[in-house]
């Protein structure tokens, strides 16, 4: 079975600063891994997704993770962060196989201050 | 074009009523998705439908909710007696027929709001 921690629940943030969500995964097989935002009222969107290959993903929005197999991490980051941004962040991992439903952390709020 | 739709957005229902939950999947898409997101334990999947194999129900909470999907398309999830621990954002997702090797983006509708007093 997959789990996914998501360390911080709520990451208060400058306008213009940059900002990392942190995302670790527990797995006894290799998994995908996902980062989805929500924005209020709204469902979930996908930002990244890594598969397999290089281990930086580049997404919407000018959001870019790293997967990390060492540390089990999978890090979102973006260098600049705009009042847009506030959201819901979630990561997930699924199996490369079979259904591949989703499992989500339990996300992360991020609040970009002007 | 049109995204994942469900209806209705919002329902309010007393303890022990049965609810029904519905789900229109983006056109061409053979996965279907059912995830449940509630403050006390975050989003959680429920049960997964393929083409015409036997979904994965595994995520089910308990035999008062069942769903099912009619000539591969529109979804209904149905919670019987309900109780106030359903009450949660019941969200939809679909997919392009997943394989292993590849995988594509579940898409997600905005959900319903259940509410149980």
């Known amino acids: 079975a997959q789990s996914v921690t998501q360390l911080d629940s709520q990451v208060p943030v400058f306008e213009e600063a940059p900002v990392e969500l942190r995302c670790n995964y527990s797995?006894?097989?290799?998994?995908?891994l996902f980062w989805y935002v929500q924005y209020p009222n709204q469902g979930l969107q996908l930002l990244l997704k890594?598969?397999?290959?290089?281990?930086l993903v580049k997404g919407i929005n000018g959001f870019e993770a790293e997967f990390n197999k060492s540390q089990t991490s999978f890090h979102l980051r973006k260098p600049s962060v705009h009042i847009s941004d506030t959201a819901e962040y979630f990561c997930?991992?699924?199996?490369?196989?079979?259904?591949?439903?989703?499992?989500f952390g339990q996300g992360t709020r991020l609040t970009i201050n002007p | 074009g049109a995204g994942v739709s469900q209806s209705p957005s919002n329902k309010v229902t007393e303890k022990g009523k049965d609810v029904e939950l519905r789900c229109d999947p983006i056109?061409?898409?053979?996965?279907l998705y059912w995830y449940r997101q509630s403050l006390g334990q975050g989003l959680e999947f429920l049960i997964y439908?393929?083409?015409?194999?036997?979904?994965?129900k595994s995520g089910l909470p308990s035999d008062r909710f069942s769903a099912e999907r009619t000539g591969g398309s529109v979804s209904t999830l149905t919670i019987q007696r309900t109780q106030q621990e359903d009450s949660a954002v019941y969200l939809c997702?679909?997919?392009?027929?997943?394989?292993?090797?590849?995988?594509?983006?579940?898409?997600f509708g905005p959900g319903t709001r259940l509410t149980v007093t």
């Open positions: 997930a991992v699924s199996e490369p196989q079979g259904a591949q439903k989703l499992v």
């Open positions: 439908f393929q083409g015409n194999s036997a979904p994965d």
């Open positions: 797995s006894s097989v290799s998994v995908y």
């Open positions: 056109s061409g898409h053979t996965a």
């Open positions: 890594y598969l397999s290959g290089s281990t």
């Open positions: 997702a679909s997919s392009l027929e997943g394989w292993a090797g590849a995988t594509y983006e579940q898409y």
